[in-house]
């Protein structure tokens, strides 16, 4: 099982731009979900999937957009980039929305917009 | 809104030494809590988690925590680190009362050992 995996691993974009960054997981996980990491402020939630087809808003939402509609994939969208979007973003899944299960991480996806 | 506060940003020790990184987080109800590491270059792993029972926890590496209900804590333990122990480590909580899709983390402790 590779689990989580994202790509690109880094991208440069300049403000304006837009882009789709891919998570894929092979455990057959019914949740998904997309944070940002950035400095002194640890991961905050962007959006999440209980399942293919459906999505919802986490924390920080305002300039992203996702979809879901594979059960393995969850993509991240960013329509017009900006600079405050530069941030580490990592993609997790977990197997069931209870609150037993964990959440499997991706390796991160490192963006930076000029 | 639920909160998790990690008040030590940047701890400093050397190898042997003892460590104990704090979490404590906001009332809300029943709480499934977390410690996630975060080696240089890596992502996210999980280190330990507690759903109930035993306050007392270990998980790998020989970390362990402690869930204290009355204090709304669960402190990150390791009576003697390595080098390796070099890396971020966040604590994370869900609230079952608030919707348990949500896993919401503290800023992360940056943890330099020095060899």
């Known amino acids: 099982n590779a689990g989580v995996t994202q790509t690109p691993k880094f991208r440069v974009l300049k403000t304006g731009q837009s882009m789709t960054l891919l998570c894929a997981q092979d455990m057959n996980h019914e949740y998904m979900y997309w944070y940002r990491q950035d400095p002194g402020m640890g991961l905050r939630l962007i959006h999440y999937s209980v399942g293919e087809g459906t999505t919802a808003k986490g924390e920080v939402p305002d300039g992203y957009n996702v979809s879901r509609l594979k059960k393995q994939n969850f993509l991240l969208g960013l329509e017009s980039a900006a600079p405050s979007q530069t941030s580490v973003y990592f993609c997790a899944s977990s197997s069931a929305g209870t609150t037993r299960e964990t959440q499997y991480f991706g390796p991160g996806t490192r963006l930076l917009v000029l | 809104a639920q909160s998790v506060s990690q008040h030590n940003h940047h701890v400093i020790l050397s190898e042997a030494a003892s460590l104990e990184l704090g979490c404590n987080y906001s009332?809300?109800?029943?709480?499934?809590l977390f410690w996630y590491v975060q080696y240089p270059g890596q992502h996210l792993q999980l280190l330990l988690k507690?759903?109930?029972?035993?306050?007392l926890v270990k998980g790998i590496k020989g970390f362990e925590a402690e869930f204290i209900k009355s204090k709304f804590s669960f402190n990150l333990r390791k009576p003697s680190v390595q080098w390796s122990d070099t890396a971020e480590y966040f604590c994370a909580v869900k609230w079952s009362n608030f919707g348990n899709e949500k896993l919401t983390f503290g800023t992360g402790t940056r943890l330099t050992i020095i060899p």
């Open positions: 507690y759903f109930s029972g035993d306050p």
């Open positions: 009332y809300g109800g029943t709480v499934n």
